[in-house]
């Protein structure tokens, strides 16, 4: 830019300046201002110099946007891991063989006792549990299954026909579980998503023969896909017959004339009942085992699904508020820069504040008119950053890597907290605007 047009610039804001002030003064010399002139006299002066303005107000929108985005993303997280715990329902209940203490001493899990298939009939008595509704006993382990050219290694398990009423499990392709085939031990397997899919690109497991542990097995059915991953998704497992997987896959050894199980599901009746169901489940495992009715020596341990959901929601609650305080900083940061601003504003225009309250202005009209100017900064920021903000948590949901959830109390609170920004470092600026003594400003140079 040349001089030349520097001094043109120069011109036309001073002109703009001057043009804003003579209005000002005809409205003084007709009897003072109003709120919505006020209101305007802001707006006029901030639309004089545009790059300021954008800059000033750039730390307030990149605020709103970070709180709007994080907390979208967030919240979605937490309801995809709430919805992934609960999807085999909220009314279950775990147990695996625990540990016990004797005489001080801890002993390893699972050394001192192990939960039978008598067990499982035990819970599923209706006249010893009546909170139960299904048992599930299940026996867990992993191995290598290999179809043709193509292999993966899979978690197996060993149900019964239950299972799938228990963790409301849905085939796609073939069928399930049967008694007949429970009882007799059948060499039969149902494929996880996945696993079929890596052994069957193509399709057409259900009747195909895999190689699990080096015995044939006949795929009776395909898993639908649940979305789940890690360790413990059926998409990445198989599921056999129980008494397939204790006496030919992984060797379960007899406690008691009973055949051991790695696990048993418990159903709860609904989910206000998980606490009495568990209550019972415990008292009916110590009283079979011979247990201090305490708990002290319990050989058993029990997870309970309502417990890890409720824990598992308070902590990603915990973490949106941290991810969504730390958005709220750039908030602050920008804020400060308004108050910058907004100091360097009262300085440039000393003379004028000094003639218009020569003129008759209340100190009350300054202050409303730079607090008003404070405001528009931090409300167009604040409206900005709500549209880009939500461009980008919506960028980021067509990824698909993470699912975000978008709400008018978040958008509100993060446009809120911009206008309190806006107000609360707009005060001091104001305040010194609106205590200038006439005479000192008007001899300002």
Same mark, same amino acid.
Do not use: C
């Given at each position: 830019?040349?001089?030349? @047009? ?6 036309? =804001? ?6 804003? /002030?003579?209005?000002?003064?005809? @409205?003084?010399?007709? !009897? ?16 004089? $110099? ?28 937490? %309801? ?7 999807? $085999? ?5 775990? =147990? ?16 001192? !006792? ?10 599923? @008595? +209706? ?20 179809? !043709?050219?193509?292999?993966? $290694? ?6 019964? +026909? ?45 009747? %195909? ?26 998409? @990445? ?7 397939? #997987? &204790? ?19 418990? &159903? ?26 305490? *708990?002290? *020596? ?5 997870? $309970? ?12 609650? =915990? ?41 008759? #202005? ?18 167009? *920021? ?5 549209? /880009?903000?939500? #461009? ?25 907290? #911009?206008?309190?920004? *806006? ?5 001091? +600026? ?16």
């Amino acid at each position: 830019m040349t001089a030349q @047009d520097s001094a043109g610039e120069l011109g036309t =804001l001073r002109a703009h300046e001057a043009a804003t /002030l003579d209005a000002a003064i005809d @409205d003084l010399l007709a !009897g003072g201002i109003s709120w919505r002139e006020t209101a305007h006299f802001a707006f006029e002066t901030l639309r004089t $110099n545009p790059v300021r303005t954008l800059l000033t107000a750039l730390g307030v929108l990149i605020g709103v946007a970070a709180v709007i985005a994080l907390l979208a993303i967030g919240r979605g997280s937490q %309801e995809s891991i709430t919805s992934s715990i609960t999807a $085999n329902g909220a009314n279950l209940i775990t =147990l695996r063989p625990g540990a016990s203490t004797s005489g001080g001493v801890r002993s390893a899990v699972g050394e001192s !006792g192990s939960l039978t298939l008598d067990d499982a009939e035990a819970l599923a @008595d +209706p006249m010893r549990a009546p909170n139960v509704a299904l048992v599930s006993p299940e026996y867990n382990g992993s191995a290598q299954l290999v179809a !043709g050219s193509n292999n993966a $290694n899979a978690r197996v398990t060993g149900a019964t +026909p239950v299972y799938a009423e228990v963790h409301n499990t849905t085939v796609e392709e073939g069928g399930f579980l049967t008694e007949a085939q429970h009882r007799s031990a059948e060499n039969v397997v149902i494929l996880g998503a996945n696993i079929a899919t890596t052994l069957f690109p193509d399709g057409g497991a259900v009747g %195909e023969q895999v190689r699990l542990s080096g015995q044939n097995f006949t795929v009776i059915g395909v898993l639908k896909s649940s979305g789940g991953t890690g360790f413990g998704s059926v998409d @990445d497992g198989v599921i056999v017959p129980l008494t397939t #997987a &204790q006496r030919k896959l992984f060797g379960a050894r007899a406690v008691g004339g009973s055949w051991s199980v790695s696990t048993i599901v418990v &159903q709860a009746t609904s989910a206000e009942t998980v606490d009495a169901a568990a209550e019972e489940v415990a008292t009916i495992l110590r009283e079979d085992h011979d247990l201090p009715a305490d *708990g002290s *020596g319990d050989t058993f341990s029990a997870i $309970n699904q309502q417990t890890i959901l409720e824990t598992v929601t308070q902590t990603t609650q =915990l973490l949106t508020l941290f991810l969504g305080a730390i958005a709220a900083i750039s908030l602050l940061v920008g804020g400060i820069g308004i108050m910058n601003i907004m100091l360097v504003s009262v300085r440039e225009r000393t003379r004028e504040i000094g003639l218009r309250k020569a003129l008759g #202005a209340k100190e009350s009209d300054i202050l409303l008119q730079f607090l008003f100017e404070s405001l528009a900064l931090s409300g167009v *920021g604040g409206l900005a950053g709500l549209i /880009l903000g939500s #461009a980008i948590a919506l960028s980021v949901n067509l990824t698909g890597l993470v699912t975000v959830s978008l709400s008018w109390d978040v958008a509100l609170l993060a446009f809120g907290f #911009a206008l309190a920004v *806006g107000l609360f470092f707009g005060i001091a +600026p104001a305040r010194s605007a609106a205590k200038l003594d006439p005479i000192v400003a008007l001899r300002y140079e």
